[in-house]
């Protein structure tokens, strides 16, 4: 196959990389994406995202999308509530529409992107093999189908496991030393009325004895729940997920003693799915190398107990499109601009997503976030 040259290309179709592209679409400057999956449904996009007021809706002001945005926003999706381990329920708050974190569904968010892209932009089915760089800045990217590019500007929005990454950084995810167990119970209110009725109408959250389990309702009705337990690395690697029971006993074991309401969040699952959760060193930062940089989880993968990865990717895309549109002609003055300021913004967030992790499963967990959530308005 030939090669063909783009000027700009966004490898990884998430939320940060659309971002990326649509706002540099707004500015008038064309750009390619390359993503891995086969097509925008290849997979679902679950999952329920607080979109804050000063990063990720201020992307999708950039973008011009933010009308369209707050058609998306799942009513009563901010309400919280944070019980013990006996159900006791310690805080509960409900969405009186006046917070600044609305809740969207994921899929939602990246379908209203996608959709605001000009045609032809993503390029699907490209999984990333290589990546060199060439002369003058430039470089070339190989894929799985033979095929290859080369581009003046490579961005690397490919997430936590980024083949952009090695271009400028030799640093890799490390486990956190914390394991999820995902799982979701279908049409709650009618199927599942008492996991419906523990979780309430938006986020949740049960800690103690140095574990927890975090839930959303979802804008289908759905519950999708993250049990979280301190474990070892290899930990997950000893449980059977391709058999649901013995899935479920083997988390179960570690919620001995919980209030039946919680276990039933994995006891009546219908999906259960294992992820560990991985982050970069806080500060992570590297050098400047010309014609290439990264954004979103590519940058900066982060525990996501600030709930800040998502926001942080669009105003990664949001803010690079706008320093390469503000210098034309000097990518790597744009490029210089942008990551002065991505640098100290991700450190900031990344070591908060860690002290939470410490102080979420730590022996005084619960404590400490009760606290934290009635400490006042800068700590919501």
Do not use: C
């Not at 006996?86 to 805080?91: K, Q, R, Y």
């Not at 009618?190 to 996991?195: E, I, V």
């Not at 309430?200 to 140095?210: D, K, M, S, T």
């Not at 992820?275 to 525990?303: C, E, K, N, Q």
Request: glycine share 12%; net charge negative.
């Amino acid at each position: 196959m030939s090669t063909r040259h783009f000027p700009i290309a966004i490898i990884g179709a998430g939320l940060g990389g659309l971002t990326a592209a649509r706002v540099l679409h707004v500015n008038g400057i064309e750009s390619a994406i390359f993503e891995l999956e086969a097509s925008a449904a290849a997979r679902t996009q679950g999952g329920m995202l607080d979109i804050h007021e000063e990063n990720g809706q201020k992307a999708l002001h950039a973008a011009g999308l933010h009308d369209d945005f707050l058609k998306l926003v799942h009513e009563g999706g901010q309400a919280m509530r944070l019980l013990g381990p006996d159900g006791t329920v310690h805080l509960a708050e409900e969405d009186d529409g006046t917070g600044g974190r609305p809740e969207v569904d994921r899929g939602d968010l990246r379908d209203l992107l996608l959709g605001s892209l000009p045609d032809g932009t993503i390029h699907w089915g490209r999984k990333v093999t290589g990546a060199r760089a060439l002369d003058d800045g430039r470089h070339e990217v190989t894929f799985a189908d033979g095929s290859a590019i080369t581009t003046d500007l490579l961005i690397g929005a490919d997430g936590a496991w980024s083949r952009i990454r090695p271009l400028v950084s030799s640093a890799w995810p490390a486990y956190t030393g914390i394991s999820f167990v995902e799982t979701d119970l279908f049409d709650a209110d009618t199927r599942h009325p008492r996991s419906a009725a523990v979780i309430g109408g938006g986020f949740f959250i049960a800690l103690g004895h140095e574990r927890g389990v975090l839930a959303h309702r979802e804008t289908d009705g759905s519950l999708h729940v993250y049990t979280a337990l301190k474990a070892d690395e290899g930990w997950l690697d000893t449980v059977d997920f391709t058999d649901q029971a013995a899935a479920k006993a083997a988390v179960l074991a570690h919620f001995e003693g919980w209030d039946e309401g919680l276990r039933g969040l994995v006891a009546d699952a219908d999906t259960i799915t294992p992820r560990r959760i991985h982050a970069l060193p806080v500060g992570h930062r590297w050098d400047r190398v010309p014609g290439v940089t990264l954004l979103g989880d590519a940058a900066h993968v982060m525990s996501p107990f600030a709930g800040e990865g998502a926001n942080l990717a669009m105003l990664d895309g949001a803010e690079l499109a706008l320093t390469i549109a503000a210098h034309p002609g000097d990518t790597e003055a744009a490029l210089a601009a942008y990551e002065e300021a991505l640098f100290p913004r991700s450190e900031k967030s990344a070591a908060e997503s860690a002290a939470n992790l410490d102080a979420m499963f730590g022996e005084r967990g619960l404590e400490q976030m009760v606290a934290l959530f009635t400490s006042g308005p800068a700590a919501q």
